[in-house]
């Protein structure tokens, strides 16, 4: 599957992102998924997914100010980044990956740019 991610850009210190994942076909029906994300000079790391239960899980450090879901009606994973600070500066990738599998494995976007300004 191919996914595409949109919606990053440039955003002010405490405002607020909205990121999407299309899938060449449909995303709806795939779990996992999640969001991952790779600041410059540090390793990726995980931001928020949602398992094959439907339960999401959110990285402790981000806790209260992202949340994931999907959008059924437009079949996308969406990001909703909130308050966001510099350090939240990264690429922004979507992931979806089988049953069993790491995410490393599964299929990956091109990734979306986020920059925050102080």
């Known amino acids: 599957v191919q996914l595409v991610e949109s919606g990053g850009g440039l955003v002010q210190a405490g405002g607020s992102l909205t990121l999407s994942c299309a899938a060449s076909?449909?995303?709806?029906?795939?779990?996992?998924v999640g969001w991952f994300r790779r600041a410059p000079g540090k390793e990726r790391e995980m931001v928020a997914i949602?398992?094959?239960?439907?339960?999401?899980s959110v990285a402790d450090s981000l806790k209260g100010r992202v949340t994931i879901h999907r959008d059924y009606p437009k079949d996308t994973l969406v990001l909703q980044l909130n308050s966001v600070k510099p350090e939240d500066t990264a690429m922004y990738y979507c992931?979806?990956?089988?049953?069993?599998?790491?995410?490393?494995?599964?299929?990956w976007g091109q990734g979306t740019q986020v920059t925050v300004s102080s």
């Open positions: 992931a979806a990956w089988g049953s069993g599998y790491d995410p490393e494995q599964g299929s």
């Open positions: 076909g449909s995303i709806s029906s795939i779990a996992p």
């Open positions: 949602i398992t094959e239960s439907g339960r999401t």
